[in-house]
């Protein structure tokens, strides 16, 4: 599997490993997430999820050169880093600044792997919720679109995304890009399978990246309606492995995966070399389908997106 996506002075971006650590922690993070990744660079992770949003770069610049100086990994350019703009920097004039202070958190010179975190535009500034809805402004796709690519020529990002797009928002981008988007990420998991976003990305020869293949179960947006599946149960019973992880790896889908318990973090790497069966599969494509990270804060009643249906173009 690789990800494409270049202008032509480009070269082309390195593949996206298949499984990443995502670090959108709660509560405190600089120890946690260094320990975290550190340890899960030594049982074999060499992708790294974080955004601007998770404040969690810093920790992760550090590990991977604690890394580096203990051996583990040779050098920075053996992990995979992604990375997100906010909404608050989803500016024409802001984007390029973003991505320079996230370079200075991670102590890197660029990012693998870049992303638009979601289609919203909020006021300079607004890093934090709760959000008013004087915080929204219009989001002018074309405009950060622009100065994401201008990040791609410069370097600084081997390759660009974006978060959260509809088939619709991605045909819009698709529409005026010079450069494609390589990932969208969005959430997938068992309860929410994305069956149509992922035969649209496909013909588009854009990577789906996973996002909750768990639910997020424990988080102030997430739910228990994947962990808690009946159905999901009685198969990884039977199977003693993660079911969901596999079953969204089987897709074809790269996949993030939050734990920093190192028994978790084994296991959620375990699902490589072992298959669901066709009875498994079916049982799973008929678990009835409901989005969890619904995205509720961005819609305001004199913003651009006033229901769900407009943020999401009705696939919900």
Not at 26 to 54: C, N
Request: with cysteine; net charge neutral.
């Amino acid at each position: 599997m690789s990800a494409t996506g270049g202008g032509a002075a480009a070269a082309a971006p390195r593949p996206v490993p298949r499984i990443g650590l995502g670090t959108a922690v709660q509560g405190p993070k600089p120890d946690p997430v260094r320990r975290a990744v550190l340890r899960a660079i030594e049982l074999g992770y060499r992708h790294f999820d974080t955004a601007a949003h998770y404040a969690t770069e810093a920790p992760i610049g550090e590990a991977v050169a604690d890394a580096v100086r203990a051996g583990s990994i040779a050098s920075r350019d053996e992990v995979f880093i992604t990375s997100k703009v906010w909404c608050a920097d989803a500016h024409r004039d802001r984007v390029l600044p973003a991505l320079r202070r996230t370079l200075s958190n991670l102590q890197m010179e660029y990012v693998d792997l870049y992303l638009v975190h979601w289609p919203v535009t909020m006021k300079a500034g607004r890093y934090s919720a709760p959000f008013t809805e004087e915080d929204f402004e219009l989001f002018d796709m074309r405009a950060v679109w622009e100065a994401m690519e201008e990040c791609h020529r410069l370097g600084l990002a081997k390759a660009i995304g974006v978060c959260n797009f509809s088939c619709k928002k991605l045909e819009t981008l698709l529409s005026f890009a010079t450069i494609p988007p390589t990932v969208n990420q969005v959430e997938i998991n068992p309860v929410w399978q994305q069956r149509n976003l992922r035969e649209f990305c496909r013909d588009k020869d854009i990577q789906l990246m996973a996002y909750s293949p768990l639910g997020a179960k424990g988080t102030h947006w997430g739910s228990d309606s994947v962990m808690d599946s009946g159905v999901l149960h009685e198969i990884a019973k039977a199977k003693g492995k993660s079911v969901c992880l596999r079953w969204v790896y089987e897709q074809g889908d790269c996949l993030i995966v939050k734990s920093f318990d190192e028994t978790r973090m084994k296991e959620n790497l375990d699902i490589v070399d072992w298959e669901l069966t066709e009875e498994d599969r079916q049982r799973i494509s008929k678990i009835p389908q409901r989005k969890i990270n619904q995205g509720r804060r961005y819609i305001t009643e004199h913003g651009q997106y006033k229901s769900l249906e407009e943020l999401w173009d009705g696939e919900i």
